[in-house]
């Protein structure tokens, strides 16, 4: 008797999933000879409105890309010129902001100013101007060269406070051509200064 309520049992199950089967088929249809040329519609939407390649909106240095970039390379300015100039003669908050070879000549240049007996004063007012000059992608490498306009009040003194340069009440302004870096295909969103042009 057992046997027979499991023969029964698979029998029912088999007419349940039957059911369902055709139950599905029925909502959900079945192929058709239309399929590849569905296919290839959907393919060309997704070409259209770039699902198919998630990562070329990342890619593109397009106008929204540009004004974020340029938002960031004003602070990065900033925080570098700031740096540079104050009286302790060190890279400190901007070093991440450099690659290996700016910061060394930075380093370099602040060790000659100490050994000299010299220290700056500045007061950073602002920047007027910065604009893309270029940008280029060498393999997974992006490259943006940003014009900047800015004013600064600075002046070196030595260790007597005597002025050795610049003025300490009077707004100088500064043009520069920078070159900022950053690898693409890292997760790492932070951009490097790689080169000053002026």
Known sequence: MNYSFEYIDIILLAMIAGFI???LRGILGKRT????????????????TNLEK???VKEDFDNHAQQEFLNGAKIAYETVITDFSDNDNKITTS?????????????????????????AEITFIGVNS??????????????????????VI?????KDKKIISGD???????YDTWVFSRDTTSSNPNWQLVNILT
């Open 21 to 23: 089967f055709l139950r």
């Open 33 to 48: 000879g239309f399929e590849g040329k569905a296919s290839s519609q959907l393919k060309e939407v997704l070409k259209n």
């Open 54 to 56: 998630p990562n070329k």
């Open 95 to 119: 070093k991440p902001l450099l690659n290996n070879k700016i910061y060394s000549q930075f380093n370099e240049a602040l060790k000659e100013r100490s050994a000299r007996g010299h220290y």
């Open 130 to 151: 910065a604009i893309i000059k270029e940008h280029k992608k060498i393999g997974k490498i992006l490259n943006v060269t940003v014009d900047f306009i800015a004013e």
């Open 154 to 158: 600075t002046c070196i003194k030595d």
């Open 168 to 174: 300490p009440e009077k707004i100088k302004k500064i």
